[in-house]
């Protein structure tokens, strides 16, 4: 019998150490390490090594027969996006995101399309009833997919039933609704914990590339790391989709942050409705629909996301501050980053925020990451301290240096296309970026707009 040892595991990035601590030392996280029992050690294996030699083969021998990756297209044009054409076959995603954010409700739209499509599709639910899932389906309008719904938890089980489907009956793809549910025998600990996660989702995974039916994985995650975090999975799989969005808005990004077959800053764009999620086919416009006129401290900022123009709306509130330590307070964009903006203005353009609060919001529930955005920040903040509300038709974009030079942005043009094509009128954009510019749209202007603006609160 094998040796059965206790270790104790982070449920959040799976590092094992010998005693109980109370905070993570490998990932930072707090109270997420806990005792867990394994059989001679996780993935132990037999005691004998394998017989079957590993077969190596030449590099240069495969390039003559390599071709693009196939892939199943799944027919939601903005998941196709995010995948990089569609589900790479024999491969493995993992599709992660708060509870409730509506990963099962994205999947059971794109199975759905599949089926129809004539694709074999598994869909095993290990939250909900078989019903449940037929209910979903119903509500969405999809009651006659051909989709094959299994309600089950055990990994043994789940794969000798798919491994029994043959010939035409073989699964296309296989969606395991959620990691966190299942269970396998060849790790002890109680489902839901890392070990558990992390030997269930290897099996599948090793069942993916072993069948060549594609694998989707989903995962809740959870901020405070009460349920085991499909962190440890991220390392295995060949793709990770991150679901976000807020409870406030109707909204839904998918967002890939690893994807060995395509792009990785591709985002996807949903609405939540009463029949499900809709894809949204021009963001620029829903991202600026609740956009209010004439306030100061609200510049658009003309960004790109993967090969996709997109405007956003930055928010500023610059107020004066009763508190010996003025407050920051940033969401959806780096703090860090504005702590640099902010630096900046003061130590070159003269603009004192010392006795300023300061709050920067990135309308709609978007994360921006791009620097390029350093512009429509710095203007918004100005715009709120002087009181000044920015053209309304104007949109900016430029990447700010420590020095204060304001530095050119990739693809400018397409930029400004897409404010053309929303009705802007005009643009602040960097000198480099001039060029470019003015082929795309009439108005282009330099930083002295802004200037101005400057010269007005530092007089
Ligand atoms: P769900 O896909 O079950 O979330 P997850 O699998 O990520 O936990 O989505 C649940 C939420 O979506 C729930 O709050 C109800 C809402 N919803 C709609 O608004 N419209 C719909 O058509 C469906 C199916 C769900
Ligand atoms: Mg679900």
Avoid at 296 to 318: C, D, K
Wanted: hydrophobic fraction near 40%.
């Amino acid at each position: 019998m094998a040796k059965r040892s206790l270790s104790f595991v982070c449920q959040s990035c799976g590092a094992t150490t010998l005693k109980w601590a109370g905070r993570c030392e490998s990932c930072g996280e707090w109270n997420t390490i806990q005792e867990e029992q394994q059989a001679g050690g996780i993935g132990a294996g037999p005691k004998t090594a394998s017989r079957s030699k590993g077969r190596v083969v030449p590099l240069v021998g495969l390039s003559g027969e390599t071709k693009e990756a196939p892939r199943i297209i799944t027919g939601v044009a903005e998941l196709d996006r995010v995948t990089g054409g569609g589900f790479v076959k024999g491969s493995a995603l993992l599709v992660g995101g708060d509870p409730g954010i509506g990963k099962s409700t994205l999947l059971t739209q794109a199975s759905a399309h599949l089926a129809f499509q004539g694709h074999n599709i598994v869909y095993i639910s290990g939250e909900e009833a078989v019903d449940q899932v037929r209910l979903r389906a119903e509500r969405l309008g999809l009651r006659d997919a051909p989709v094959q719904l299994a309600a089950e938890t055990s990994v043994e089980d789940i794969l000798t039933t798919l491994e029994d489907k043959k010939g035409d009956e073989r699964p296309h793809l296989v969606i395991i609704d959620s990691i966190q549910t299942l269970w396998t025998e060849m790790a002890d600990s109680p489902p839901g914990t890392v070990t558990q996660v992390r030997a269930s989702a290897q099996a599948l995974v090793r069942f993916a590339k072993k069948t060549g039916t594609t694998v989707v994985i989903v995962g809740h995650v959870t901020k405070d790391g009460q349920i085991a975090g499909p962190r440890v999975v991220e390392h295995m799989v060949d793709a990770v989709l991150y679901f976000e969005g807020d409870n406030a808005h109707q909204y839904r990004i998918l967002r890939a942050v690893k994807n060995r077959f395509g792009p990785t800053d591709e985002i996807g764009v949903f609405e939540m409705s009463d029949m499900g999620l809709r894809e949204v086919k021009n963001p620029s416009a829903m991202f600026l629909s609740e956009r209010s006129a004439t306030a100061p401290g609200s510049a658009v900022f003309a960004g790109i996301e993967g090969t996709r123009p997109l405007l956003v709306e930055m928010q500023a509130l610059v107020a004066p501050s009763p508190l010996g330590t003025p407050r920051r307070a940033v969401i959806g964009w780096d703090s860090a980053r504005l702590s640099m903006i902010l630096a900046v203005l003061e130590a070159r353009c003269g603009v004192k925020f010392a006795q300023h609060d300061v709050y920067l919001n990135v309308a709609g529930g978007l994360r921006i990451n791009e620097p390029g955005a350093d512009l429509a920040v710095a203007a918004a903040l100005i715009s709120s301290l002087s009181g000044v509300a920015l053209p309304l038709e104007c949109v900016y974009f430029g990447e700010i240096s420590l020095s204060g030079a304001v530095r050119p942005v990739a693809q400018a043009a397409s930029r400004l296309k897409e404010a053309q094509k929303l009705g802007f009128g005009q643009a602040v954009i960097p000198d480099g970026n001039m060029k470019e510019g003015s082929n795309a749209l009439g108005h282009v202007k330099g930083l002295e707009e802004l200037g101005d603006l400057v010269a007005n609160i530092a007089a």
